[in-house]
């Protein structure tokens, strides 16, 4: 049987202001509910103004993608009934996409996969549904419309991937890439990139694709995109082994077991009822236009190549972009790696610790490869915590932390984060992160 995915992924663009509207565009962690306007709540009689600065950075992405450009194109409505969806239809693109058929090459076990685009298109994103408990022990609902009409892209692969670790490979390649564009901070904590893997699994024989898909929804991690099509690929599995066709349907990812849940059946494009968006005229990107945002991804090649490197070494696209500006200290990296990789076991978090220790440095004058790789082995070495006091600080950190508690509860897997960093904090970063984060879990599911 042969794993099939496709993904999806939705980017936040980092522009001033809302897709259709003047609103700040820049409002997360803001009080909720305080950047918003008669546009973005989906008021009657208020029309929408697109945000010309987007549609040129979607053309830059889709470019940067190696995707064809439509210079012709135009806004759709795509109804649908939910919470967090005001206006109870979301303004995006279906049948004219800035951007398609373009391709990523992907870095994948020592050659290049390349990942097929079928789309990059623009729309508004949704407010920010969540649950919490109140005094009486019963669960509400709470919804946020500060994020409400932010510029978002959706990237659309083909369904050409069939391996979990090369749909996380992807994801990075996509993620460095979109980064060094300057129009996204691909924040995935935050919820500025979100990762949609649309999975199925093709039976010995059959050559066209299968006739459902089980769509996993906004996951935030890339070691969770892969842990999720893991354990779909095992669940459908076993159901073709049993005769059973897996339902069409759209998943969630629980991390406390590294498995999915349902949520809804999954809809197709009918379900949408698109219809051109009658308030917004077609939008027609110039020959000027996709050569302005052509030009700019031009200058950023060179520059691209060399954060590529540092990011496959296991530097953040924060530090590699440093390293880059550097060259004493990124000489220094790569000598260490070099001189040393073949001495330890994991060689991946080696190199990790060798950029963190490298970065850490005042200066890398005087500094040898050796004391390099003597300060990471001293990092990597076990952490002896006495596990009582580790218990008492988490006990501290969950009365203090009630919201990123509750959070966590009504599913926002970030939150766990918040909780982990404020316990690594109390104990200076002594206590082993896993260690911490099964504590967490564990106390967080009883």
């Given amino acids: 049987m042969k794993l099939i995915v496709g993904m999806e992924v939705h980017v936040e663009l980092n522009t001033a202001r809302k897709m259709f509207c003047s ?6 962690g803001e009080k909720p509910n305080t950047h918003v306007c008669p546009v973005c709540l989906g008021m009657p009689g208020a029309l929408p103004v697109p945000n010309r600065e987007a549609i040129l950075w979607t053309a830059r992405i889709a470019l940067a993608l190696n995707c064809s450009i439509n210079e012709n194109n135009y806004f759709e409505r795509k109804h649908y009934f939910y919470p967090d969806l005001p206006k109870g239809y979301q303004i995006s693109q279906y049948k004219h996409p800035i951007g398609f058929e373009g391709y990523l090459d992907v870095p994948y076990k020592g050659k290049t996969e390349r990942i097929t685009i079928e789309r990059v298109h623009l729309e508004e994103d949704t407010g920010k549904l969540s649950y919490a408990t109140d005094k009486n022990g019963a669960r509400i609902g709470k919804i946020d419309f500060n994020r409400s009409g932010v510029p978002l892209v959706e990237i659309v692969t083909h369904p050409v991937i069939h391996d979990p670790e090369l749909a996380a490979a992807y994801l990075k390649q996509l993620r460095m890439t979109i980064f060094h564009l300057g129009v996204s901070d691909v924040d995935m904590e935050k919820g500025s990139m979100r990762c949609e893997p649309n999975i199925s699994v093709r039976t010995s024989g059959q050559s066209k694709l299968p006739a459902y898909k089980v769509e996993i929804k906004n996951i935030n991690s890339f070691r969770f995109v892969k842990k999720a099509i893991e354990y779909e690929y095992t669940r459908q ?7 059973k066709t897996p339902t069409q349907e759209t998943r969630r990812y629980v991390e406390s077991t590294s498995s999915t849940e349902p949520m809804r059946q999954k809809e197709e494009a009918r379900d949408y009822r698109y219809m051109p968006e009658p308030d917004i005229p077609p939008i027609r990107l110039t020959k000027t236009d996709i050569k302005q945002q052509q030009d700019t991804l031009d200058n950023t090649d060179t520059l691209d190549k060399k954060i590529s490197l540092f990011v496959q070494l296991g530097a953040s696209m924060q530090h ?9 200290k990124a000489a220094l990296v790569t000598d260490t790696i070099a001189l040393f990789m073949h001495e330890t076991i994991d060689r991946m978090l080696f190199q990790k610790q060798v950029i963190s ?21 001293a990092k990597l070495t076990p952490k002896q915590f006495d596990i009582d006091l580790l218990h008492t600080h988490i006990d501290a950190v969950l009365s203090q932390q009630a919201k990123a508690v509750q959070d966590y509860k009504a599913g926002n897997q970030s939150a766990l984060n918040v909780l982990m960093g404020a316990v690594m904090r109390i104990t200076k970063g002594q206590a082993d992160a896993n260690e911490v984060r099964q504590a967490l879990i564990k106390k967080l599911s009883s």
């Fill in 23 to 28: 609103c700040d565009a820049r409002a997360f």
């Fill in 237 to 243: 599995q076993h159901m073709l082994e049993k005769g």
């Fill in 320 to 328: 590699a972009e440093f390293l880059t500006k550097h060259s004493d």
């Fill in 357 to 377: 220790a490298v970065i850490n440095l005042a200066s890398a004058a005087g500094t040898t490869p050796q004391q390099v790789y003597e300060a990471a082995i």
